[in-house]
């Protein structure tokens, strides 16, 4: 087992908000998202001064509950509701303005104020209404090797951004913007047509091309109306005053464009690295890395799933883990736990506390499985391998009891059925990583600290 002494401000800011080194404390989803991010970074935002969402964009779908409401967040950093914590849009999140105006007006009308408290990287760059038939387009043509993507046009912005052409934030307050615009808009059209793609036919959200234009056009009025900073100056100044930020990942590090089951991934640094570049601050500043996980794994979209299940066993995670994606509705995947994807996404972050979500789904199972390592052409492996879309890995399962314990009301650890701190254990064991924080139900208040 690791050496468990606190480093970081995770652990300092359990109590206070004291000055440390490595004030920069980050969250980050260990398998192919969904994880149940969103919830721990609205349990964990008193305990810091900021939140702040590093990479992706609305294809993530972070979902909040308390006080018998539900939130899902799609842009907007999940320490909204701790109306203490400022929350920060990064430069390397990429931002759909209607999207984003459309969240803010749900919350306004939820009665919240996120204005007050929210802050816009001006490097963060722009999705616009042609990437999002550009991401249409290429996944079309992918035909029955598509990848089930969002199609909020996440692979099409980073790749304008990569290759010098995106627009960002930032620009939107320049004389020119709809000139840049247009030209941007014309490229991708020109791209469109080459594609055969009929676009004319086309729903965005329900919207014909032009009517969705029209309304992200007006909607940029209203993101320029919000608190636009140069956001490694404004994270580091902030830093520099003693202040503590947990940096908010999104999607999870299975889905990392370069460690993911690629092409079968995202199109950003879901992983640790992101934190640097999509913030603007030095690895010096990190300190604890929570590595949030389900008790099982789920996997929305196409790709390779080595665990997934496709019996009643898998229909019951689904059931009672409300499956169902945050962003797009579509049914999630739904399989054992898989240590060697989890040991995998550990190593690359650097995982230093497990957060373990949804156990309560199992409750019901009287055995439960995890996969140990996998069988690749009969040789046993703990690694994850270089292509595992056609190595197809059979995982090598091992079989625990079930606790067969309802534990959504359960509040501390003690109080926990045996069964359970046995499979908290062998995931401890196994891992190398002690498991902090258990999440027994979608609520904030179904949490249990250790
Ligand atoms: P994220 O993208 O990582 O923030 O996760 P999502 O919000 O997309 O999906 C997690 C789903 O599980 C949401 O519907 C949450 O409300 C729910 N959830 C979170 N934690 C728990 C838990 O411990 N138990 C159960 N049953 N549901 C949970
Ligand atoms: P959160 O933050 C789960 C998946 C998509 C698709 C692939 C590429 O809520 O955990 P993209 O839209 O990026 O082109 O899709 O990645 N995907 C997610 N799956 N949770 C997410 O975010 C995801 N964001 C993207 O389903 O398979
Ligand atoms: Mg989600």
Redesign the pocket.
Known sequence: MRNFAPSGAFFMSFNSKQMNNARVDVLI?LQW?????????DVLAPRYNVVARFQGGPN??????FEGK?F?LHTIP?GIFNPETINLIGNGVIVDPLILQRELNGLEKAGHNPRINLYLSRKAHLILPTHRLLDAALESAKGADKIGSTLKGIGPTYTDKVSRHGLRIGDLETPDFVEKYNKLRTNHLAMVGLSNFDYSSHLIDGMDFETYEKAWLESTANIKTLQLVDSEYFINDLLSAGKTVLAEG???SLLDIDFGSYPFVTSSNTTIAGVCSGLGIPASAIGKVLG?FKAYCTRVGSGPFPTELFDETGALMRE????F???TGRARRCGWLDLPALNYAIILNGVTDLVI?????LDSLETINIASSYNIDGKVTDRFPFDINTTKPTPVYETVNGWMTDL?DIRSFDELPAGFKAYVSLIEQRTGVKVSII????DRT?TIWR
């Open positions: 989803g998202g969904d994880e149940g991010k969103g919830k721990i970074v993530a779908g972070h979902t909040i509950e539900k899902v999940s999104a999607q999870g949030v009672r883990g409300r499956e994606g945050s962003t979500m949804k156990p309560d789904v959504k999440s027994t139900g979608p179904q």
